[in-house]
């Protein structure tokens, strides 16, 4: 059983930045693709980036590409996600997803953490 534990959400000004980590457990982390989703009220969950296992692979959503950068860190079993110029519309639960492939973390993942809440005031 994988564990997901996301930290470094909060609150923050239109246009300030901030890193959201991902720890992971009970699985070899380093052959697992990793992805980030948010979720804002009334809306459905949505796709936000993804990295290969190695971290040589990224993907972006339109909405955040170069504004977001995703990288990882095998030797700590861990995701980020730099979030900068942050928008009012970035403010969402987001959520680190894993699975075995890029392709099948953006668009179903096999493992979720709990989320963590971003609110972007403006």
């Known amino acids: 059983q994988v564990q997901l534990v996301e930290s470094g959400g909060g609150l923050v000004q239109a246009g300030g930045s901030l890193r959201l980590s991902c720890a992971a457990s009970?699985?070899?982390?380093?052959?697992?693709?990793m992805g980030w989703f948010r979720q804002a009220p009334g809306k459905e969950r949505e796709f936000v980036a993804a990295i290969g296992w190695s971290g040589g692979s990224t993907y972006y959503a339109d909405s955040v590409k170069g504004r977001f950068t995703i990288s990882r860190d095998n030797a700590k079993n861990t995701v980020y996600l730099q979030m900068n110029s942050l928008k009012a519309e970035d403010t969402a639960v987001y959520y680190c997803a894993g699975a075995r492939t890029i392709l099948v973390v953006s668009i179903r993942p096999e493992d979720w953490g709990q989320g963590t809440q971003v609110t972007v005031s403006s």
């Open positions: 009970g699985r070899t982390f380093g052959s697992w693709a």
